[in-house]
Structure formats: structure tokens, C-alpha cells
């Protein structure tokens, strides 16, 4: 199995609901990515988890929680958002976290394209 | 700090037409990796290619080929006789220490039948 899976595909929410992205993988990757990709513009980095523990968080409003329950599952929780949340939410994984991992290069998912009403 | 910039916003080809993408990158690390990803209309992001700053060998996969040169901190993508199919936003991206990936602002390539 050499893929990422992001549940689920699309999704619709309100300010007010409270839903979760989901990514697994079963490669063995100990190095877990959530990217967020605006209309138009590149992916940017919102949270890394190595080796289930959260290792870079870029500033990302607390509204958006991340957890990683196991080595091949990470969750990408929401509470709250706003209309200009309305992305696509990529998660990528690579096999070791830190300087290798970019050389066994990252497997994406397809993404969930949220939409914030 | 680590940046990639793609100048090219977008282009438009014909079909058949050869096209190059241009890719300029910035990093203090001495070791680097750099990569192109495609993104078709559907989202997904399609690895196309990684290099490593070490090894500045020309690659050719096919109609695609990448010229990496240290010297210019450049790493070009070329599409030999373009298709319809090569039509997407292709990103250059850069990982160097523990850095993840960093992107381009990506280059939206339309080629007409």
C-alpha cells in the first residue's frame, strides 16, 4: 500500500460545527504533514507530527487541532472556522522525519476540499 | 531561510510545442533536495521528479527532462512536444535540513489542441 488517504473528499460546514479531516497511510512513515492550499496558490505548511509527536506547528489559529492517535493515522480537527478557511487540505507523509525524509521524498493524499458557509 | 520562486505565472503552448518551466531556488544548507510536483484540476499533487544537490546530472523521464545547475541555483522543467494532458499547475519545491517541503507559487500551464 503506497498511499495516503484523506477522508473525506469534500466538505461542506458551517462557523458553528465542529468536524475532523481524516489521513491514514500504511507505509510505515514515521513523518506525518497537514499543508493547507488556498484558491490559486501554493500549499503551506501548517503542522508536522514525528513520530506522533507535533514538531512544528506554523502558527496555524487554534481553531484548527491537530492529533495523531498512531503511527499511520492523523486527524485534522475543526472548530469554529471562518469563510476564508475554505481550502484544500493536503497531508503528505515521508518515511523518517528531520533531513532524510526529503530523501525518500513524500506521498500526498488527493486532499479534502473544504468549504466554510 | 529556504524560498523557491517561479517566475512564470502562467503559460500557454499549442499542442506539440516544446515549454520550459523555470525554477530558482534560495538555501544556506549545502545539502538540499528539490522537487516538481504536477496538480491537475482535481488536486492531487503528482510527483514528477527529486534531486538531490549532489547530483547535477540532467534528467530525462520520457517527453519530461529537468537541467539542475548549482551555479545559477536553478532547476528548469521541460515538456518536449506538449499534450493536451500536460495541461496543470506545476509546482517547484525545496527541502533542505529539517525543513519540509517549501513551494514555488506554482506555474499554470495551458496547452491547446
Known amino acids: 500500500d503506497t498511499e495516503v488517504t484523506q477522508t473525506p473528499k469534500h466538505l461542506v460546514m458551517g462557523m458553528t460545527n465542529k468536524k475532523s479531516l481524516k489521513c491514514e497511510q500504511h507505509?510505515?512513515?514515521?513523518?506525518m504533514y497537514w499543508y493547507k492550499q488556498k484558491a490559486k496558490k501554493p500549499p503551506e505548511l501548517m503542522f508536522v507530527?514525528?513520530?506522533?509527536?507535533?514538531?512544528i506547528n506554523e502558527s496555524v489559529p487554534s481553531r484548527f487541532s491537530p492529533e495523531c492517535p498512531n503511527s499511520s493515522l492523523l486527524n485534522l480537527h475543526l472548530h469554529a472556522l471562518q469563510p476564508e478557511d475554505s481550502a484544500l487540505y493536503l497531508c503528505?507523509?515521508?518515511?523518517?522525519?528531520?533531513?532524510?525524509?526529503?530523501?525518500?521524498?513524500?506521498?500526498f493524499g488527493s486532499g479534502t476540499r473544504l468549504t466554510v458557509v | 531561510a529556504q524560498k523557491v520562486t517561479q517566475a512564470q505565472t502562467e503559460i500557454s503552448v499549442v499542442e506539440k510545442e516544446d515549454v520550459t518551466l523555470d525554477c530558482v531556488y534560495e538555501?544556506?544548507?549545502?545539502?538540499?533536495?528539490l522537487f516538481w510536483y504536477k496538480q491537475p484540476p482535481s488536486g492531487e499533487l503528482v510527483f514528477l521528479i527529486r534531486?538531490?544537490?549532489?547530483?547535477?546530472q540532467n534528467e530525462i523521464s520520457g517527453r519530461y527532462s529537468w537541467n539542475f545547475q548549482k551555479s545559477t541555483s536553478s532547476f528548469n522543467f521541460t515538456i518536449t512536444a506538449s499534450q493536451v494532458v500536460d495541461s496543470a499547475v506545476y509546482f517547484c519545491?525545496?527541502?533542505?535540513?529539517?525543513?519540509?517541503?517549501?513551494f514555488g507559487k506554482g506555474t499554470r500551464l495551458s496547452v491547446i489542441a
Open positions: 503528505a507523509s515521508s518515511q523518517d522525519p528531520g533531513f532524510d525524509s526529503a530523501n525518500y521524498g513524500y506521498t
Open positions: 507505509m510505515g512513515h514515521r513523518a
Open positions: 507530527y514525528s513520530y506522533e509527536k507535533l514538531s
Open positions: 538555501t544556506r544548507d549545502t545539502t538540499y533536495y
Open positions: 534531486r538531490n544537490s549532489f547530483d547535477e
Open positions: 519545491a525545496l527541502s533542505s535540513g529539517n525543513t519540509p517541503l517549501v
